[in-house]
């Protein structure tokens, strides 16, 4: 009995070596490990490279799009419209008379402006003959008191009488330069009944019609602004750079725009100024308006007050290590190694946290403190701790923020994705 009971306990013995020999060396073992011990399972997380480049500090501010050179038409004198050539959204050159006013009081302003002239020459003309039969009056006087034939008064009155025909004489004279200043003013006023573009352009609003009395401006009164005409082709982005990161902003320096209507395209721009003067927005933030002047591509068509946003490029750092932004974070040093916090010059102990960044070794996270620059709007500058070309762990965050020293990794990107299944259509016959 005993030699069946021992026969039976050594094909046991034998069935769970070979059992178990079949479970390491299929690898069905690990595989039962970390089914019922889930620490032991590895985390699958999002790998990349520490690399050495380049990295450009930026400034992002929003704002909205105008014409750089934009102009309000208005009338210089007050008048009906007549005509008005273009509408909204046409194109403009230089000299294109874009507005047209009723002219008939402006003509007959200059008619009478021309008579006046007319008139001072007559005027002028009588006062030289009365100049000059005074001048020849006073000599033949002063020949008789000469002789004692006149009087001392009738000499007085003859020299008085020479002198008030010489002053009414330059009167005339400067009444004819009057008269014609006054024909330039009604040839100017009667010019501007006929209102030119001054610059090439769009005619972007129009705010009159025809039939409408235009008003002049004065100092307190504004005129009437009969439209207004924008080079499109030329913008300004008016940003609004935040006061904290306002003080790298310097004129000059290179910027990408995005505008809202053009989503997946960056323009080129660059700062034109930076004002001077502190301002505060509704919801109270302080900012400075940066004028930025943006480049724009032959096709596209930006509009006056689009909505975008500026990357403002303030400093270029070169030949520095970086990583992508996500993979640095503060963990607390009680959550950390003893022997990683006690090895590394990175770790301030008087602090509660410390950067670090997870790298990959032999499938497995070690934990790395490392000491940062300064950041983009993706990587960060990575000053002493890793060197470039290490493996790192950059995500998902999940997984990052739950990440253990020596914990077991993999690339997701050496997972196979599940295959869908074949999608299959049945044709039918036509009867």
Not at 348 to 376: F, L, M, Q
Request: proline share 3%; with cysteine; aromatic share 6%.
């Amino acid at each position: 009995m005993w030699k069946w009971l021992l026969g039976i306990f050594v094909v046991l013995v034998l069935g769970c070596a070979g059992g178990s020999y079949w479970l390491y060396s299929s690898g069905q073992l690990k595989k039962l490990q970390e089914q019922f011990r889930p620490d032991l399972q590895a985390t699958t997380v999002r790998l990349d490279k520490a690399v050495k480049g380049d990295l450009v500090r930026t400034v992002s501010a929003p704002g909205l799009s105008e014409p750089k050179n934009k102009v309000l038409i208005s009338a210089q004198v007050s008048a009906r419209i007549t005509a008005l050539p273009f509408d909204e959204g046409d194109q403009v050159k230089s000299g294109d008379a874009v507005v047209r006013l009723d002219d008939r009081d402006l003509v007959a302003n200059l008619d009478s402006a021309r008579a006046q002239l007319d008139g001072e020459k007559a005027r002028l003309d009588g006062a030289k003959a009365t100049y000059k039969n005074m001048e020849q009056e006073l000599g033949r006087r002063r020949e008789l008191f000469s002789t004692k034939d006149i009087s001392k008064a009738e000499l007085d009155q003859s020299e008085a009488d020479f002198q008030r025909a010489e002053s009414n004489l330059r009167a005339a004279e400067f009444s004819i330069e009057i008269a014609k200043a006054n024909i330039s003013r009604a040839e100017k006023d009667l010019d501007n009944a006929i209102i030119k573009s001054p610059i090439d352009g769009v005619l972007v609003k129009r705010n009159a019609e025809v039939g409408e009395l235009v008003v002049v401006g004065t100092f307190n009164n504004a005129g009437t602004v009969i439209m207004e005409i924008a080079d499109l082709s030329k913008m300004l982005l008016q940003a609004k750079v935040d006061e904290a990161n306002v003080a790298p902003v310097k004129a000059g320096q290179k910027a990408k725009v995005f505008f809202n209507a053009y989503r997946d395209k960056a323009f080129d721009a660059a700062v034109q100024r930076v004002m001077m003067q502190r301002q505060v927005d509704r919801d109270g933030t302080a900012y400075f308006e940066t004028e930025l002047l943006v480049e724009i591509p032959k096709g596209d068509q930006v509009f006056w007050g689009m909505t975008g946003n500026a990357d403002i490029e303030v400093e270029t750092i070169r030949d520095v290590v970086k990583v992508p932004s996500q993979a640095v974070l503060d963990r607390p040093l009680d959550e950390l190694p003893k022997s990683v916090v006690d090895s590394s010059q990175y770790i301030d102990k008087t602090k509660k946290y410390a950067r670090v960044v997870y790298k990959v070794v032999d499938g497995k996270a070690v934990t790395v403190p490392v000491s940062i620059g300064p950041s983009d709007l993706t990587h960060t500058i990575v000053l002493g701790g890793l060197a470039a070309d290490e493996t790192i762990i950059t995500g998902p965050f999940k997984s990052l923020t739950g990440m253990k020293e020596g914990q077991a990794v993999r690339d997701e990107t050496t997972i196979p994705k599940e295959q869908k299944p074949a999608v299959t259509t049945t044709a039918k016959a036509g009867n």
